[in-house]
């Protein structure tokens, strides 16, 4: 009874919040001020623009984007620095961690400059660069403790039955590796999905808003559309959640290896 | 097929002590040879340098009388065999027996013929399509002997191919490694820790110790004829017994008698000498007795059947012409 009670009291913290918004979402407008609506309704969803299904296309684009740059990056780089015999591997790897320690915020204005010497401004691609420096330190890491795991022996045999170090990664190493590869692109895709600063502040043209830029920008002047707000949130939440149940074991067996020697 | 040699080779890592210091050693061609010594002692970095896994700090390598310095492990065409087997576990047998082959640009129909045939010649034809977890530990050495074996290759390595595995199943892959160097007649690098593995195996031992080369030799020579006290303690179970010199009155520097070498005399006698029993060891065949002396314990070989008791008096007396000596530097002495 007392652990029921506990159970309910954490799925209250955490889904409580979900659960709200999903109800706010089918929440006929005129009954807002109520403490329960009496009927539901889709309006909301209804109400959602093109532009906002645009927003979705830009926020998948640039989240698929950002966890195809990391991951090939980072499982490369993470091999050889687990695997091969690099000089300065320990700092890089502090290097990586140093620098998401930066708060985003302090990067900002010098991104801007940069982007737009680059004419990347107010492109999507614009944006996966910078979310890619800031997700390639944790699936370095995570990438790093989990070739690690793998023996050495491995790329030894590799070796010797005529792989190069590069034959060895993809032959031998990349097919072993999808646990962990699946924990970082969901990671590295939760990120870019949610991020909100950097899309806010480097994105101008309206058909490049992502999601979260889009749902902030919802409010105008004189209206806070709290139905459209819920129900986009719940369109952009409900991938993330799906994506994320569907693989939990994965990430959670990619989350701690390397933690314990099997 | 072909001859391996190493010509003053050394490696060092900064910070540490030279892993080898210049060793110097012939493998003829179709030679089984063991690298032997304690851990530490080189005998897993000279493997690792004959494959080209590693580059020497200094010295020549030459595989079939080319030198291979700098050459990737493929271009010199060994093979090698791991203690962890290191079987692609996303691969099944028939993957893993493949890949070299795949590596090496072999044709398809050529490689599904050298996989059956090495299959056939290992045993292994009915575990092709299983996956190396589903393989008992003796399976999986198996096929990293195929694996090794599918290409060909001139030479082959081995890096502790059996110290995972048990008692009974070592030695029956040891018979059938030996049966498989009579068949092949090719080159074997062997690398071992297990001095017993290295004597039944070998045409030549070579004993390393710390980077050094001790002794090479067969292993009738290296077990019978140790260079210094650090082989002859290295080989034979029980250990070889070695006391002070002066305990048979022969001068200074010390001396080395085989436990089986020692007779068990139940009263005193020309050049034995007295002690109490203080440990029988009884292994099946014979009992191995310890016996405290004045200067050092002697362990001696006795009948399974012997009566004899710890307390016992006994005297020990090594056999004629058996005694080995060592200087004091630990060198075997001549004559």
């Known amino acids: 009874m007392k652990r029921a009670l506990g159970t309910l009291a954490v799925l209250a913290f955490f889904l409580g919040p979900l659960a709200w918004q999903a109800l706010t979402s089918v929440w006929p407008e005129a009954e807002l001020t109520r403490p329960l609506p009496r009927s539901f309704t889709l309006a909301s969803y209804a109400g959602l623009h093109g532009t906002f299904a645009r927003a979705v296309l830009n926020s998948l684009v640039v989240a698929a984007g950002t966890t195809a740059l990391c991951l090939s990056v980072g499982a490369s780089a993470a091999f050889a620095i687990a695997k091969l015999d690099l000089p300065g591997k320990r700092l890089l790897l502090g290097g990586a961690l140093a620098i998401s320690m930066f708060p985003p915020i302090a990067t900002v204005s010098p991104l801007y400059l940069a982007l737009r010497a680059l004419h990347l401004r107010d ?123 569907f693989f939990q074991r994965r ?12 | 097929m072909a001859t391996v040699s190493l010509e003053r080779l050394r490696k060092s890592h900064p910070g540490a002590p030279d892993a080898l210091r210049e060793v110097t050693l012939e493998i003829a061609d179709g030679e089984f040879l063991s690298l032997v010594g304690p851990s530490g002692c080189g005998k897993s970095t000279t493997l690792n340098l004959i494959a080209g896994l590693d580059e020497p700090t200094s010295g020549t390598i030459r ?203 139940a009263g005193p006698a020309q050049g034995a000498l007295e002690g109490t029993v203080e440990l029988c060891e009884l292994t099946g065949a014979e009992t191995w007795v310890t016996v405290r002396t004045s200067s050092a314990s002697v362990v001696a070989r006795g009948a399974a059947e012997l009566a004899i008791a710890p307390g016992d008096r006994v005297w020990v007396r090594p056999l004629q012409g058996r005694i080995l000596r060592f200087d004091a530097s630990g060198a075997a002495q001549n004559g």
Not at chain 2, 114 to 131: D, F, H, K, N
Not at chain 2, 170 to 189: C, D, P
Request: aromatic fraction near 8%; include cysteine.
């Open chain 1, 123 to 245: 492109t999507l691609a614009g944006l996966v660069l910078p979310y890619a420096t800031f997700a390639l330190p944790l699936t370095l890491w995570l990438l790093t403790s989990f070739f690690r795991e793998l023996p050495d022996e491995l790329y030894r045999a590799a070796r010797v039955d005529g792989c190069t170090p590069w034959q060895a990664f993809v032959h031998v190493f990349l097919p072993l590796s999808w646990p962990a590869l699946a924990t970082s692109a969901i990671l590295v895709f939760i990120f870019s999905w949610n991020e909100l600063l950097y899309a806010l502040t480097f994105l101008s043209t309206p058909e490049r808003r992502t999601i979260p830029v889009a749902i902030a920008l919802f409010a105008g002047e004189h209206v806070e559309p709290w139905g459209q707000i819920a129900a986009a949130s719940v369109i952009a939440t409900l991938p993330l959640a799906l994506l994320t149940l």
């Open chain 1, 251 to 262: 990430i959670v067996s990619g989350l701690t290896a390397g933690a314990v020697k099997e």
């Open chain 2, 63 to 265: 595989i079939g009388g080319r030198e291979v310095n700098g050459l990737s492990p493929s271009e010199r065409d060994v093979a090698m065999v791991f203690q962890s087997y290191a079987l692609y576990p996303h691969k099944d047998v028939r993957g893993n027996l493949a890949f070299p082959l795949q590596m090496g640009r072999v044709s398809r129909a050529e490689i599904e013929r050298r996989v059956a045939e090495t299959a056939a010649l290992l045993g292994i034809e009915q575990l092709l399509s299983r996956r190396p977890r589903e393989l008992s530990g003796g399976q999986r050495q198996r096929v990293a002997l195929g694996r090794a074996l599918v290409r060909k290759p001139r030479v082959f390595l081995f890096d502790e191919p059996l110290s995972n595995l048990d008692a009974a199943l070592r030695s029956q892959l040891r018979g059938e490694l030996k049966r498989l160097h009579a068949t092949l007649r090719a080159t074997f690098v062997y690398v071992t820790h297990d001095q017993a593995e290295a004597m039944t195996l070998s045409d030549r031992i070579a004993v390393l110790r710390e980077g050094s080369l001790q002794q090479v030799g067969p292993p009738r020579e290296i077990y019978e004829r140790p260079a210094n006290r650090f082989v002859a303690e290295f080989f034979g179970t029980p250990r070889i017994n070695v006391l002070p010199a002066r305990a048979f009155g022969l001068g200074d520097g010390e001396v080395g008698i085989r436990p089986e070498k020692v007779e068990l005399l």
